[in-house]
T-cell receptor, first 113, second 107 residues
């Protein structure tokens, strides 16, 4: 069992650029959620994918988009990066829409300069 | 305001019990969770409780659920310095987190 793996672990981007963050779900998990965690705050829900379809979205603008692949791995794309996008981005997977809890990855630390 | 409310800070002495409280808004969730986050790391699932239960015990952890008041608590018995972290509660249908409770355990 490999757990949830996120890549890269750290990233520095310039304002206005685009970024893609990747997540490999835990084996057998078909649901993945993405969160943004700013320093000193709790994780903020971005969106969730269940069997390749978006299954819920938080209060984030359309420049935050995602994909889930047939193997249930996932991507988070952010266009037109802003300084406030600097945060820890967490991916979490679950076997069945949250049943028995979500397994979180260690996150990608994104810094926008 | 926050969908999930928790006290921001809790400080206890090693060996004492810690009680972390949470008030949530989503009444339809079948599961409620407690997560732990250590510095620089992701969230670790500590325990969960089904919404039809009032209490769940898991080694040093006791979870109490009051559905009427939408109140969830986590009690850590014999708190150790390794328990120092930020603790979050969440409901499965909502999966929204508050700011968390920072637990500091003093030797």
């Amino acid at each position: 069992e490999t757990g949830v793996t996120q890549s890269p672990t750290h990233l520095i981007k310039t304002r206005g650029q685009q970024v893609t963050l990747r997540c490999s779900s835990q084996s057998g998990h078909n649901t993945v959620s993405w969160y943004q965690q700013a320093l000193g705050q709790g994780p903020q829900f971005i969106f969730q994918y269940y069997r390749e379809e978006e299954n819920g979205r938080g209060n984030f603008p359309p420049r935050f988009s995602g994909l889930q692949f047939p193997n249930y791995s996932s991507e988070l794309n952010v266009n037109a990066l802003e300084l406030d996008d600097s945060a820890l981005y967490l991916c979490a997977s679950s076997p069945r829409q949250g049943a028995y809890g979500y397994t979180f990855g260690s996150g990608t630390r994104l810094t926008v300069v | 305001g926050e969908d999930v409310e928790q006290s921001l800070f809790l400080s206890v002495r090693e060996g004492d019990s810690s009680v972390i409280n949470c008030t949530y808004t989503d009444s339809s969730s079948t599961y409620l969770y407690w997560y732990k986050q250590e510095p620089g790391a992701g969230l670790q699932l500590l325990t969960y409780i089904f919404s039809n239960m009032d209490m769940k015990q898991d080694q040093r952890l006791t979870v109490l659920l009051n559905k009427k008041d939408k109140h969830l608590s986590l009690r850590i018995a014999d708190t150790q310095t390794g328990d120092s972290a930020i603790y979050f509660c969440a409901a499965v249908n909502d999966m929204r987190f508050g700011a968390g409770t920072r637990l500091t355990v003093k030797p």
